[in-house]
């Protein structure tokens, strides 16, 4: 890597996101601020090797993608015109001098804000996100949710033109919308980090899309402050995150969570979250987000205290199921009980859970049913559970777990 | 920018006081628009079964009793609103009445040049 690569990372790394928001909400055209800033850090290495890196590299990235994108918008006029396209103007050393000295706006949130309009599907909106604020190439976003380089492309382009032809507004919402367009902002970034936890388990450069989920959280809960519900899923999502070291045995087994070794949790991300949650809370208004992280955050304390609070994660899950029902919920909310309680009150809480198919051909239930039998000492009801969630599919990690819990059992 | 908010519903609801109900509702909306001067068109719809469809196959028309597509929930009116991004339409479709189940489509709408 060049000087000149060297400096360009990191202006990228450091206001990479500015730019590009700056760039989109000015021009109000997404794929116009994308082109401006691959241009603009093609311009960057071809200038930075020749003259030695600017005092300010970011300044200088948005005020070269700024001429840009006013040079594309001049020429898409004249076109529409139909007059022949203008010689493209030489860049003005001076002007760009002159544009380094204006700070670059911060337009993060307004482009989250477009980024994550209810209007849009949920995965377009997921993949604008991460394509166009956090700048993750259409490969590797594509590779996440397992599909072509070239769907995602489809996928992304038709979200833009929606945008630019139905005309969705570039600013942050008022009042009236405010509940409804937050949620879709939450509900984006969980869909969006549940992937990169899925995908963590396989891939093995997986690293990088949770830890632009978890930026991309942790940035939200720095624009919005205020909003309770955006500090808890950032805290949810550290939480979860800080796990991630000890997610899986060295043969690629999935170890669940109340057997890992919570010496190899990460303690930043849990302290993280401690101070996010308690902001949350000083807000005094509860909501979804800051449940779940309460009870990831009961689970974490296992690590000072040895023991996890069974009879704290029952009462939380019983509020969630209040303001969020969901099967998931409830078959952990089984499992939670099995140990505050004993694996019978665990069974028949399990046996009541409204399964979004059937029960019987639903994974989480006979994982779940698994573990509560043997722990009941029913070691042919267990096994029998067992063989049930291995014929769904489970993901590799989870599989090699399930079997290896059915040849414990055989023995 | 000009938007057409389509109005589909079941058309089973047959309660003169709901419909009644409605129409007002409808009224009020339409005042509010003129007044905001968002208001560009609007119209009630008879029942699809008074609908034709005019069918073109491979260039051959051939004519057909009934709306274009036969689902429980038809085309029953529509406003064309004048708006100056999609939340503003979003938010006039939002104040459509029309019963407990409905729909209401937001096509923006081509501007001529």
Same mark, same amino acid.
């Given at each position: 890597?060049?000087?000149?690569?060297?400096?360009?990372?990191?202006?990228v790394?450091?206001?990479?996101?500015?730019?590009?928001?700056?760039l989109?909400?000015?021009f109000?055209?997404?794929?116009?601020?994308?082109?401006?800033?691959? @241009?603009?850090?093609?311009?960057?290495?071809?200038?930075?090797?020749r003259d030695?890196?600017?005092?300010?590299?970011?300044?200088?990235?948005?005020?070269?993608?700024?001429?840009?994108?006013?040079?594309?918008?001049?020429?898409?006029?004249?076109?529409?015109?139909?007059?022949?396209?203008?010689?493209?103007?030489?860049?003005?050393?001076?002007?760009?001098?002159?544009?380094?000295?204006?700070?670059? &706006?911060?337009? *993060?949130?307004?482009?989250?804000?477009?980024?994550?309009h209810?209007?849009?599907?949920?995965?377009?909106?997921?993949?604008?996100?991460?394509?166009?604020?956090?700048g993750?190439?259409?490969?590797?976003?594509? /590779?996440?949710?397992?599909?072509?380089?070239?769907?995602?492309?489809?996928?992304?382009?038709?979200?833009?033109?929606?945008? *630019?032809?139905?005309?969705?507004? @570039?600013?942050?919402?008022?009042?009236?919308?405010? %509940?409804?367009?937050?949620?879709?902002?939450?509900?984006?970034?969980?869909?969006?980090?549940?992937?990169?936890?899925?995908d963590?388990?396989?891939?093995?450069?997986?690293?990088?899309?949770?830890?632009?989920t978890?930026?991309?959280?942790?940035?939200?809960?720095?624009?919005l402050?205020?909003? &309770?519900?955006?500090?808890?899923?950032?805290?949810?999502?550290?939480?979860?995150?800080?796990?991630?070291?000890?997610?899986?045995?060295?043969?690629?087994?999935?170890?669940?969570?109340?057997?890992?070794?919570?010496?190899?949790?990460?303690?930043?991300?849990?302290?993280?979250?401690?101070?996010?949650?308690?902001?949350?809370?000083?807000?005094?208004?509860?909501?979804?987000?800051?449940?779940?992280?309460?009870?990831?955050?009961? #689970?974490?304390a *296992?690590?000072?205290?040895g023991?996890?609070?069974?009879?704290?994660?029952?009462?939380?899950?019983?509020?969630?199921?209040?303001? /969020?029902?969901?099967?998931?919920?409830?078959?952990?909310?089984?499992?939670?009980?099995a140990?505050?309680?004993?694996?019978?009150?665990?069974?028949?809480?399990?046996?009541a859970?409204?399964?979004?198919?059937?029960?019987?051909?639903?994974? &989480?239930?006979?994982a779940?049913?698994?573990?509560?039998?043997?722990?009941?000492?029913?070691?042919?009801?267990?096994?029998?559970a067992?063989?049930?969630?291995?014929?769904?599919?489970?993901?590799?990690?989870?599989?090699? @777990?399930?079997?290896?819990r059915?040849?414990?059992?055989?023995? | 920018?000009?938007?057409?908010?389509?109005?589909?519903?079941?058309?089973g609801?047959?309660?003169?006081?709901?419909?009644?109900?409605?129409?007002?509702?409808?009224?009020?909306?339409g005042a509010?628009?003129?007044?905001?001067?968002?208001?560009?068109?609007?119209?009630?719809?008879?029942?699809?079964?008074?609908?034709?469809?005019?069918?073109?196959v491979? %260039?051959?028309?051939?004519? #057909?009793?009934g709306?274009y597509?036969?689902?429980?929930?038809?085309?029953?009116?529509?406003?064309m609103?004048?708006?100056?991004?999609?939340?503003?339409?979003?938010?006039?479709?939002?104040k459509?009445?029309?019963?407990?189940?409905?729909?209401?489509?937001?096509?923006?709408?081509?501007?001529?040049?």
């Amino acid at each position: 890597m060049t000087d000149a690569e060297r400096v360009l990372a990191g202006a990228v790394a450091t206001a990479g996101d500015r730019i590009r928001a700056a760039l989109a909400i000015r021009f109000r055209d997404l794929d116009m601020a994308e082109e401006a800033f691959a @241009f603009a850090s093609l311009r960057a290495v071809e200038a930075w090797r020749r003259d030695g890196p600017p005092r300010d590299p970011a300044a200088w990235l948005y005020a070269v993608g700024r001429r840009r994108a006013f040079d594309l918008g001049r020429r898409a006029k004249v076109r529409q015109e139909a007059q022949h396209d203008a010689p493209e103007p030489e860049p003005d050393p001076e002007a760009v001098l002159m544009a380094a000295f204006e700070p670059i &706006p911060d337009e *993060r949130l307004r482009l989250i804000f477009v980024c994550c309009h209810p209007a849009l599907a949920p995965e377009a909106r997921i993949a604008l996100t991460l394509r166009t604020l956090v700048g993750l190439s259409v490969g590797r976003i594509a /590779r996440a949710w397992l599909t072509t380089e070239i769907a995602m492309g489809q996928r992304l382009t038709r979200a833009k033109r929606k945008i *630019r032809e139905a005309r969705i507004r @570039f600013e942050i919402p008022g009042p009236e919308a405010w %509940g409804e367009r937050l949620e879709a902002v939450l509900a984006t970034l969980e869909i969006a980090y549940a992937q990169a936890y899925e995908d963590a388990a396989g891939a093995t450069d997986a690293a990088d899309l949770a830890a632009e989920t978890l930026r991309l959280s942790g940035l939200l809960a720095e624009l919005l402050p205020d909003e &309770p519900e955006v500090l808890g899923l950032a805290a949810l999502i550290r939480l979860t995150e800080s796990r991630r070291p000890a997610r899986l045995d060295g043969a690629g087994v999935m170890i669940p969570l109340s057997e890992q070794d919570t010496r190899l949790w990460d303690d930043r991300l849990i302290a993280e979250a401690a101070g996010l949650l308690r902001r949350a809370a000083e807000l005094g208004r509860s909501g979804p987000y800051q449940l779940m992280a309460a009870i990831h955050a009961t #689970h974490a304390a *296992r690590r000072d205290t040895g023991e996890t609070a069974w009879g704290d994660i029952v009462a939380l899950y019983d509020l969630l199921l209040i303001v /969020r029902p969901s099967p998931v919920a409830q078959v952990n909310r089984a499992v939670a009980l099995a140990e505050a309680q004993d694996a019978e009150a665990g069974l028949q809480a399990l046996a009541a859970v409204a399964a979004p198919e059937r029960l019987a051909d639903w994974l &989480p239930y006979q994982a779940a049913r698994a573990g509560l039998c043997a722990m009941a000492g029913r070691s042919r009801e267990a096994s029998e559970a067992l063989r049930h969630a291995l014929a769904l599919s489970p993901a590799p990690a989870e599989r090699l @777990f399930l079997e290896r819990r059915l040849a414990a059992l055989r023995t | 920018m000009q938007y057409l908010l389509l109005i589909y519903g079941d058309e089973g609801q047959k309660d003169p006081a709901i419909l009644q109900e409605i129409t007002a509702a409808h009224m009020r909306l339409g005042a509010e628009m003129a007044e905001a001067g968002a208001m560009a068109g609007g119209n009630r719809l008879k029942p699809s079964e008074t609908a034709t469809t005019v069918r073109t196959v491979g %260039g051959v028309q051939s004519l #057909h009793d009934g709306p274009y597509a036969e689902t429980r929930e038809q085309l029953a009116g529509y406003y064309m609103v004048e708006a100056p991004d999609l939340d503003a339409a979003i938010a006039w479709a939002k104040k459509i009445p029309g019963g407990p189940d409905y729909a209401i489509e937001v096509r923006p709408v081509w501007s001529m040049p």
